[in-house]
């Protein structure tokens, strides 16, 4: 598997910036499966991205803690089924297990087999139904359904870190698709302004990790700027949102803002408009 590069690449730089978090005296969380993932040429990649805007590891950092929480939380709220698109090497099939609920995750068939013989060469039940695709342009309702997803139960959706690599039509066509086949459904994402995309913001360093990842192969291309206005032109309705500045002012009061880049990110919850 050639691994730092492109997209695929950019969930083992991610798998970096989240293991961080395993060295913190007081952790937002614990991951202990994501070392298993990691190498030399990893920590190099990821090294590289966080060269010149140190900050950009702390999104993971925070961004994780925001979707382990929403997880939790629709999980007691009745939340049967859990589906996570564009997986990368997300473990938390393994972290947040529960019983009665399952897991799905779509993402390239060579990520999704890297993880399975990582996980299981530890003695790790993945636990997980993976399902080898581009759930894009490969039809996400009909992968799902083929791979024993119940659209009738309570379902939680996890997209961490793919709207900026998508753009308006794939993000409108994940959202619409889910919120009509999915009879309870609400879905956890993240994403950039528009300023960001188009380096419009003025701040040098937030230009230059937007070239880091353009260099990588893996650009941002999307932004969003009307969350209200995109959620109900899907059938969803916002429940929640937050910027990573909200999110650092929260679980690290003491510490200073050190980037304006966490003001420009958001992560939030939506949830169908009316219930099926």
């Given amino acids: ?91 938390r099939p393994q972290r947040i297990a529960a019983e009665g609920v399952a897991y799905f995750e779509i ?36 992968l799902l359904r083929e791979n024993g997803c119940d659209f009738r ?34 879905v956890s994402f993240d994403y950039m302004a528009e300023d960001v995309i188009s380096n419009a913001t003025g701040d040098p360093e937030i230009t230059s990790v937007v070239e880091r990842f353009a260099a990588m192969g893996a650009p941002w291309t999307y932004g969003i700027d009307n969350l209200a206005e995109l959620a109900a032109r899907c059938g969803a309705r916002v429940l929640d949102r937050a910027t990573l500045a909200d999110l650092h002012r929260t679980y690290w009061p003491d510490q200073p803002l050190t980037s304006p880049l966490y003001g420009y990110y958001t992560l939030c919850t939506l949830q169908n408009a009316v219930a099926l």
């Fill in 1 to 91: 598997m050639t691994k730092i590069q492109k997209v695929v690449g950019t969930a083992f730089v991610v798998a970096e910036f989240r293991n961080d978090e395993n060295t913190q005296a007081h952790p937002l969380y614990r991951d202990p499966y994501v070392h298993l993932f990691l190498d030399r040429e990893t920590k190099e990649a990821a090294d590289r991205i966080s060269q010149s805007f140190p900050p950009i590891r702390n999104n993971v950092r925070l961004r994780t803690r925001y979707f382990d929480d929403r997880l939790r939380h629709q999980i007691d709220q009745g939340r049967r089924q859990i589906l996570i698109l564009g997986a990368g090497l997300d473990t």
């Fill in 107 to 142: 993402d390239a068939p060579e990520t999704q087999a890297f993880k399975k013989a990582k996980l299981e060469a530890s003695d790790v039940d993945p636990n997980t139904t993976y399902i080898g695709a581009d759930y894009v342009t490969d039809g996400m309702i009909d």
């Fill in 153 to 186: 139960l309570p379902t939680h959706v996890i997209w961490e870190g793919n709207t900026m690599y998508l753009n308006e039509a794939a993000v409108s066509q994940i959202l619409t698709g889910l919120m009509r086949h999915i009879e309870r459904c609400s």
